[in-house]
């Protein structure tokens, strides 16, 4: 027998019997879930960002609703008539907290939009609202189109925006309307009937259906979206919160005795209405879910890779007029008599392809 003629591996000449494990199984441990524990570590150490929005009118108790959303006094909310005059003009303002929880921190970051819809005259009122966040996405680009950028790129893109409806029991006003159909172009909405204990359960629920329906004749595509259900697990999920929208709140900041037990919840003469834990009282749970921690990851995934990504592409499309200067990229359309090999940005696909030859 040749001695250089190599036998053939174990593995590949007997097929695996009943009695005789795979060559996977006798290898024994690996230990690739420590992967998980590597993400785990790695995540908690550089803590998470989280970018919220709410917008309505004055007196909807949207600090309030912020308030109970994280457990925490995130915003402080003034008294009527104690907090100076109302703003002639929207001005957006915003607070950053760090809230830690069982080891893990998250930097969040809440802007009120004070003076939405309170004017007679609210033409164009929400110009300040969508050039906030297409300012934040041009930021972002502007960090991620550096030659030398920072290893993290701090987020300030907006995740969610709350939007606040008033308990009218009738229909979207056509400034609801119109915001809306530009609004979620941008961002993540989720709306909510503010206030939603002025109103009788019946007189809810028709407010709700009646919502629902400006929404589908005026193409308002909410969060979460029909679109990007990933399984079957998060379709049936995201249909019984699609069939909640909007969602009834009522924001409370204040803890009361209810049975035996501490409780959130708003107190009046005719007894205590719990803002967390009654579903017949607020639908705080279900909100819960689209807004808060349970879908944060989420709404980040969406922001980035949809709402973004939107931005970005229609950026780049104008790259000859991004702004210039040390330490940016030239995303000019590059000469003909340029050594480099030519691409022309008006056409969507060339980079890819430009890139495969130069490599």
Known sequence: ?????RSPSPCSS??????????????????????LDQ????????????????????????STMVNTLFKSKVWKSTPPGLGGP????LK???????????GVKLKLTVTDTPGFG???????????????????????????????????????????????????????????????????????????????????LEERETFRRRIQHNLRTHCIDVYP?????EDVNDKILNSKIRDRIPFAVVGADREHLVNGRCVL?????????????????????????PADPSHLQDLKDITHNVHYENYRVFRLNQSHVLPRGPGWVNLAPVPASSPVIPRSSKVPGRVQEDSEEKF
């Open 92 to 102: 957006l303002q915003s607070v950053t907290h760090v809230i830690e929880e069982k």
């Open 39 to 62: 993400l785990k570590i790695k995540a908690m150490k550089m803590g998470f960002e989280f970018n919220i929005m709410v917008v309505g009118q004055s007196g909807l108790g949207k």
């Open 118 to 200: 309170d004017q007679i005259n609210n033409d164009k009122c929400w110009d300040p609202i969508l050039g906030y966040i297409n300012e934040q996405y041009e930021r972002y680009l502007q960090e991620e189109i550096l030659i030398t950028r920072r290893r993290h790129i701090p987020d300030t893109r907006v995740h969610c925006c709350v939007y606040f409806v008033p308990p009218t029991g009738h229909c979207l006003r056509p400034l609801d309307i119109e915001f809306l159909q530009r609004l979620c172009q941008a961002v993540n909405v989720v709306p909510v009937i503010a206030r939603a204990d002025s109103l009788t």
């Open 225 to 229: 979206q029909k679109c990007f259900d």
């Open 1 to 5: 027998m040749d001695p250089t003629r």
């Open 265 to 289: 919840g708003r107190k009046t003469k005719w007894g205590i209405i719990e803002a967390v834990e009654n579903m017949t009282h607020c639908e705080f749970p279900l909100h819960e879910r």
């Open 86 to 89: 109302t703003p002639q003009t």
């Open 14 to 35: 007997r097929t695996p019997s009943p009695r005789t494990p795979p060559c996977g199984e006798m290898l024994g441990y690996v230990g690739i879930e420590a992967v």
